[in-house]
């Protein structure tokens, strides 16, 4: 079976590698954690997240993740399923964060050992991962309080001596995702759809490739434990719901584990669950833009930012032009999208003025930048303007930043780029090949010809290849999919008069959008 052996944990930016945490579930590891460091260290840039060391005895399996200025080792001498190492140690990221804070630091772990060494034992028994929600964790580990550390600085006692709540013995959860005896003064549900869009398009504007991958992110502050109903729709269909036959929309969907999959499969698009208390990610799931299922015309794409290409340009050939229109008229608002479980939702993140002088209802735009990797045949830029933002040139690419806000009409917003390029000079002996070539031969037009061809292949590589878009929308979903309904169906310590706060709010971010010249 799939067993941890041990965990370290390194500070990568310190001074000297130390070891900062040293937790073993079981036998001590053929290596220490600075022998697995080193070997760790002998890897080259990019690291990859398994590493075979067979210089020990027996051999180890090195696993290994990063997180802040953070370094987590994971050696195991048996045969494991890779992906469930990997995941358990981002689990323990997330759990720790959840106690300690986030963002995790070295200083936290160490003034916590108390606290990260009993949540260590519990997410893992003799190495086999046990118990990894946050909220069972909590009625196990009582993370320490604000009056605890005032009673341990006082008394000179560990704060955990001081019984603030009931015994954990005592108030164990029956649903392994949920906490015991969970109570709130407001009662509020939060849903968060997040969507990143990659995408590529040819030179003419058609596009080639197109997909979201989204995230439900979910926040619950409910009392008791409630049995909710989350009802999503296809988009472009007020009836059909989402996933059903024939509008197949979601691809790869996964679930967290309080989603009742019987449900999901009778009911395609509703999604019956008890939630954990607090923030976690409900589904995630992928969407075709360019397919006929996604309900919209197969090969066509719409986005709020589009990018016009044109090189080869100017006097000499040696100029390109990147022409932007920002423009939200023929994206469908999705926070008023016209069906009737949208007006139950709580309007999230919409009070700020949004771009191009729409309605705060509308979708707004932020966050625009054009990059564009420029061939190493270019030495330098020459007479650069922009009718819009401000650019930056470093490290052979260019980075346009573009405002959205500023009074633009709804209609949309153009701005432009335009720049020429100083090509690098040949080397000396082609420099002398072209000069005696121009001596013997300058009354030649044969030689004028090809100097003047050779000229212009050399503009031609120097003319940049794409343009790297990016943008982050609020209040619009790429793939069209929105929230019908949340509805609290079941459960129990929760009274019949309480009607908590619902709210939506829908992001799409690009995540890799090429426009190809």
Request: glycine share 6%; hydrophobic share 35%.
């Amino acid at each position: 079976m799939s067993s941890i052996d041990a965990l370290y944990i390194f500070d990568r930016f310190a001074p000297t590698p130390t070891v900062i945490l040293q937790h073993e579930w079981r036998s001590r590891t053929p290596a220490s954690a600075t022998t697995l460091l080193s070997y760790y260290n002998e890897q080259p840039d990019p690291r990859p997240s398994l590493i075979y060391v067979p210089s020990t005895s027996p051999p180890t399996l090195l696993f290994n993740i990063t997180h802040s200025n953070l370094l987590f080792l994971s050696p195991t001498i048996s045969e494991v399923e890779p992906l469930l190492i990997l995941e358990f140690l981002h689990r323990v990221v997330d759990v720790l964060e959840d106690y300690l804070g986030a963002p995790l630091m070295t200083s936290k772990i160490e003034s916590n050992y108390d606290i990260v060494a009993q949540l260590l034992n519990e997410m893992a028994d003799d190495g086999f991962p046990f118990t990894t929600e946050p909220n069972a964790l909590r009625d196990v580990v009582l993370p320490h309080s604000l009056i605890g550390k005032l009673f341990g600085s006082v008394t000179g006692l560990p704060s955990s001596s001081m019984p603030l709540v009931p015994s954990p013995s005592q108030s164990l959860s029956t649903i392994p995702w949920r906490r015991s005896n969970v109570k709130h003064t407001n009662n509020e549900l939060y849903v968060d759809l997040i969507e990143q869009v990659t995408a590529t398009i040819a030179p003419s504007g058609r596009p080639l490739a197109a997909r979201a991958n989204g995230t439900i992110a979910f926040t619950s502050k409910l009392s008791g434990i409630p049995d909710l109903l989350l009802t999503l729709q296809a988009p472009n269909s007020h009836k059909q719901r989402l996933g059903a036959t024939p509008n197949s929309v979601l691809e790869y969907p996964v679930f967290h584990p309080c989603v009742r999959l019987t449900r999901w499969r009778e009911r395609p698009g509703e999604l019956s669950f008890v939630p954990p208390d607090g923030k976690f990610v409900l589904a995630s799931y992928e969407v075709d833009l360019l397919s006929s299922t996604s309900g919209k015309t197969p090969g066509v794409l719409q986005l709020p930012v589009t990018v016009e290409m044109r090189t080869g340009i100017g006097p000499d050939q040696s100029e390109f032009e990147a022409r932007v229109l920002i423009s939200t008229s023929s994206l469908p608002n999705t926070n008023n999208g016209g069906n009737s479980g949208s007006n139950t939702f709580g309007s999230r993140g919409s009070t700020r003025s949004p771009a191009f002088g729409g309605s705060s209802n509308s979708p707004l735009v932020e966050e625009v930048s054009i990059t564009i990797p420029l061939p190493p045949a270019v030495k330098n830029l020459t007479a650069t303007r922009c009718s819009r933002g401000e650019f930056h040139h470093q490290d052979r690419e260019i980075v346009w930043r573009i405002p959205t806000t500023g009074g633009v009409s709804s209609s949309g917003a153009t701005a432009t780029f335009r720049t020429g390029v100083q090509i690098r000079s040949m080397d000396d002996d082609e420099e002398e090949d072209d000069d005696e070539l121009e001596d013997e031969n300058v009354k030649n037009s044969a030689a004028e010809r090809a100097k003047e061809a050779q000229r212009q292949r050399r503009v031609a590589i120097s003319m940049p290849r794409c343009a790297l878009v990016s943008f982050s929308v609020r209040g619009w979903l790429a793939s069209g999919v929105k929230v019908d309904s949340v509805r609290i169906v079941g459960g129990k310590g929760l009274g019949e008069n309480v009607k908590p706060y619902k709210g939506v709010k829908y992001i799409t971010r690009s995540g890799g959008i090429e426009v190809r010249c």
